[in-house]
């Protein structure tokens, strides 16, 4: 494990004013987005959508990395060029994910287990000869009250399987996102957001200490402490600012020095308005900045609708989005 060189490529992707693009939808999933939009889900409709984004004149001011998928990091450029060199060539890092998706922890369970411990170690070093620097692993916590989840053995499971993950990454000299989702899915409050959050940062961060996880060479993904989308109490984004950010003081070592949220399914402008305050806060111990999927896209990809001459359109929803939010990690709101 080269210490230095996690602590180098965690300081590139948490360099001041910048933050991840997650790119990684796979192809299923980008289907889903796809669909709603009358685009056919095709290599080469995936292939566009991601040239477009990557080719956006001045990304690399507010993006220091790409999260690719096992499909993309593979496709170039229409000029020929892979997409890890085009990325490279702008100084943005190529991450990869690297779990295969969920499956029920136990026939008929609700809850989930994230797939792709076996094989970790070579998929990792087939990557990093396509020049991955860093990559990505989804659990995902559930919160249902009716069936009481998330259940003590789900968030065992799913903190060893990110620590497990993340140690075989830094082996290989690759700096693990690790990614535990409670997702916002439900009518749940901004309190047991709080708590089950608190629980599985608690969880995961015992298991990454126990199993031998250097912290100064890992990224956390979290999602922020915020009631359910369903919620009939919905609060100001300073709360959801305020609790965030003490969930993860109790919970957060100081040596986590890069906190890279997910969007999960906020509206665009929340999600700038939530990390702007978060980033008010002047004393904290960690970097905070975005890893943003949804939230980074939604826009870019609405505008483009698959259609060549909508591409400007695209790149520029997309490059205000990225800079509203590179502002928003330095603290302001525009
Ligand atoms: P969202 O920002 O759309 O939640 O996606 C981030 C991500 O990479 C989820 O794994």
């Known amino acids: 494990m080269n210490k230095e060189l996690l602590k180098n490529t965690v300081a590139h992707l948490m360099s001041p004013g910048k933050g991840i693009l997650a790119a990684d939808e796979t192809p299923s999933n980008i289907g889903k987005k796809f669909a709603a939009l009358h685009i056919e889900n095709t290599p080469e409709n995936r292939q566009k959508y991601r040239e477009m984004l990557f080719t956006t004149l001045g990304m690399e001011e507010y993006i220091s990395g790409v999260i690719l998928q096992d499909e993309t990091i593979y496709q170039r450029t229409k000029d020929g060029v892979s997409f890890p060199e085009y990325l490279k060539d702008k100084n943005i890092l190529s991450g990869i994910k ?17 797939k792709g411990l076996d094989g970790l170690g070579e998929r990792l070093e087939k990557y990093k000869k396509y020049s991955a620097k860093f990559a990505k692993w989804r659990s995902v916590i559930y919160i249902d009250s009716e069936t009481c989840l998330p259940t003590e053995k789900a968030m065992q499971l799913n903190a060893k399987g990110l620590a497990d993950y993340a140690y075989t990454c830094q082996l290989h000299d690759i700096v693990p996102i690790v990614e535990p989702e409670v997702l916002m899915d439900g009518n749940h409050s901004i309190e047991t957001s709080y708590k089950v959050t608190s629980d599985i940062l608690d969880k995961l961060f015992k298991a990454l200490v ?3 996880v250097f912290l100064e060479g890992v990224l956390l993904k979290p999602n922020m402490v915020i009631p359910g989308l369903m919620c009939a109490n919905q609060v100001d984004p300073g709360i959801v600012a305020n609790k965030t950010i003490q969930c993860f003081r109790e919970n957060v070592p100081a040596e986590t020095s890069g906190i890279v949220f997910l969007s999960g399914g906020q509206r665009d402008d929340l999600s700038i308005k939530h990390l702007a305050l978060m980033n008010q806060h002047n004393d904290l111990p960690w970097k905070l900045s975005f890893s943003y999927g949804r939230a980074l896209q939604r826009q870019a990809l609405t505008a483009w609708k698959g259609q060549d001459q909508n591409l400007q ?3 520029k929803a997309f490059l205000e989005q990225a800079r509203l939010n590179s502002l928003a990690t330095l603290g302001q709101i525009y």
């Not at 295969?100 to 994230?114: C, D, K, N, W």
């Open 98 to 114: 690297v779990d295969l998706g969920l499956e029920p922890i136990s026939e008929g369970s609700q809850e989930t287990i994230t």
């Open 313 to 315: 359109a695209a790149q």
């Open 210 to 212: 126990e199993k031998g």
